[in-house]
Nanobody
Framework: QVQLVESGGGSVQAGGSLRLSCAAS????????????MGWFRQAPGKEREFLAA????????SYSNSVKGRFTISRDSAKNTVYLQMNSLKPEDTAVYCC????????????????????WGQGTQVTVSS
């Protein structure tokens, strides 16, 4: 089992920044650490879940969706089993619930950010951007 806990959400004005954190714990997280990818997704009311970014926990390779590339940065602290999402130049359309997830044995398509390939999900944290 793996537990994921997000934090860092909140309300910010357009143009502002937030940094989200996702702390992972659980026995199997450590077991599969070297083959894991962690990702960030978001879901706005009435919209489908959207992939944002992912990072391999061992090598640190990253992938981003076009909608956030250049504004959001994903990073990890392997010693803390924590992944971060630095969000800059936020826009009202970034308003959503942001969730992290882990794919414990990633395949060659991991950079595509397919939600069904992820094994565990956090509860999410709300981000609200006002104009």
């Amino acid at each position: 089992q793996v537990q994921l806990v997000e934090s860092g959400g909140g309300s910010v004005q357009a143009g502002g920044s937030l940094r989200l954190s996702c702390a992972a714990s659980g026995r199997t997280f450590s077991t599969y650490f070297s083959t894991s990818v962690m990702g960030w997704f978001r879901q706005a009311p009435g919209k489908e879940r959207e992939f944002l970014a992912a990072i391999s926990m061992s090598g640190g390779s990253t992938s981003y969706s076009n909608s956030v590339k250049g504004r959001f940065t994903i990073s990890r602290d392997s010693a803390k089993n924590t992944v971060y999402l630095q969000m800059n130049s936020l826009k009202p359309e970034d308003t959503a619930v942001y969730c992290c997830a882990v794919d414990q044995v990633y395949g060659s398509s991991w950079k595509l950010g397919r939600a069904h390939e992820y094994d565990y999900w956090g509860q999410g944290t709300q981000v609200t951007v006002s104009s």
